[in-house]
């Protein structure tokens, strides 16, 4: 049966949404967001992405085909809350190990539904994402509007030691082992380690502070540096380490937060994006004439394409926004894009791009 519990969503704008809890009881504060893929709520909630954020599904029916092991991206949830038009009490499908509400709940996840989702989505794309109080044991507005400006912003906030692995571990290769890789984590999802690992490649996934001279005497073929939440600027001791990866002119290849760590390793900046990038459906262009790709994407920062240097260039834009979704060193074998190539979920147009990686690692440009 439904949930009658009321529960307040409350913006540090003043702006307010009632509806009814469907998962945990309790109250969380964190960056409101939102995510217009239709499917892959599973991998949406368990992506380290996402961590310090309460994440709202634009498609208005979540739940319907339940949970089961194989379609998480982490051994746990990393949204702060979840937000629903409507949470399917009806679980259909032969994987289904549990209903959505169930493991939000068993994973002490708050979950709110039965608002406007249309109208909350409106509302952060006209005012950008902000922080935002979800709170299922205090409906007054004004009380939780305060707790929402209270909590910490997400600009200059760094959350990959929140989420990063404790002690380096092996992903071993499919089949035959062609190439060894040394994963930075950051916020790595499970489907990145899958997809090398499919190419033949081995990977060491090493907390996100290890320093280049520890990664170094790994001796690996190539460097992998993961996606991830927080902000990009408030990682000065990791660029640093990046900065001696590069000049060690080995492959190196990063996606969204890596992509954004690597921007600045080349001496850019990056910049906050208005209400951010979360989906599975977002246009990128290759400059090179080879098409547009539709990808998927999670982040809330972008690299500002003025302030690479000449020797770094822009090989893929957004087409709604045209902010940089790809570069390349054109002298050392360093790639990155914006997007997720592994997807989960999302389309899987991009998924070459981790074969591009590992040609560099055979030595072809």
Not at 145 to 168: D, I
Not at 208 to 213: E, M
Request: proline fraction near 5%; charged fraction near 25%; charge should be negative.
């Amino acid at each position: 049966m439904p949930s009658k519990k009321p529960a307040l969503l409350a913006l540090e704008d003043g702006r307010t949404f009632r509806g009814r809890s469907w998962a945990a009881d309790g109250e969380v504060c964190g960056e409101m967001v939102f995510n217009t893929s239709m499917t892959g709520y599973q991998e949406v909630v368990t992506d380290p992405s996402y961590a310090g954020q309460i994440v709202c599904m634009t498609y208005p029916l979540i739940g319907n085909y339940g949970v089961n092991e194989l379609d998480s991206e982490s051994s746990r949830p990393w949204v702060e809350g979840f937000v629903v038009r409507e949470a399917s009490r009806l679980t259909s499908n032969w994987g289904a190990e549990e209903s959505l509400a169930d493991y939000l709940k068993r994973c002490n996840i708050v979950a709110l539904e039965g608002i406007d989702t249309r109208a909350l989505v409106r509302h952060i794309r006209d005012k950008g994402a902000m922080r935002a109080c979800l709170s299922t044991v205090d409906t007054d507005e004004t009380s939780v509007v305060q707790k929402a400006l209270q909590s910490p912003p997400m600009a200059n906030r760094e959350l990959a030691s929140v989420v990063t692995t404790r002690e380096a571990y092996d992903f071993a290769a499919e089949g035959t082992e062609r190439f060894h890789v040394v994963c930075y984590d950051y916020g790595v999802k499970r489907n990145s380690l899958r997809e090398l690992a499919q190419l033949g490649v081995r990977t060491t996934v090493v907390p996100s502070s290890t320093s280049a001279a520890d990664v170094l005497a790994l001796n690996p073929d190539g460097i992998f540096l993961s996606n991830g939440p927080g902000d990009p600027a408030s990682m000065n001791r990791e660029v640093e380490e990046i900065k001696r990866l590069v000049d060690a002119k080995l492959p190196l290849f990063g996606i969204c937060f890596g992509h954004q760590l690597l921007g600045r390793a080349f001496g850019g900046n990056t910049f906050k994006l208005v209400f951010g990038h979360r989906g599975g459906n977002q246009p990128v262009k290759e400059l090179s004439g080879k098409g547009v790709e539709i990808t998927s994407h999670n982040h809330g920062f972008a690299v500002s394409a003025d302030t690479l240097p000449p020797e770094v260039e822009v090989t893929h834009i957004n087409l709604n926004d045209q902010c940089v979704e790809g570069m390349r060193h054109r002298t050392l074998p360093v790639i990155s894009v914006q997007y997720h190539p592994e997807a989960a979920p999302g389309p899987h147009d991009a998924s070459h791009h981790f074969r591009r990686f590992v040609e560099l690692m055979e030595g072809k440009s």
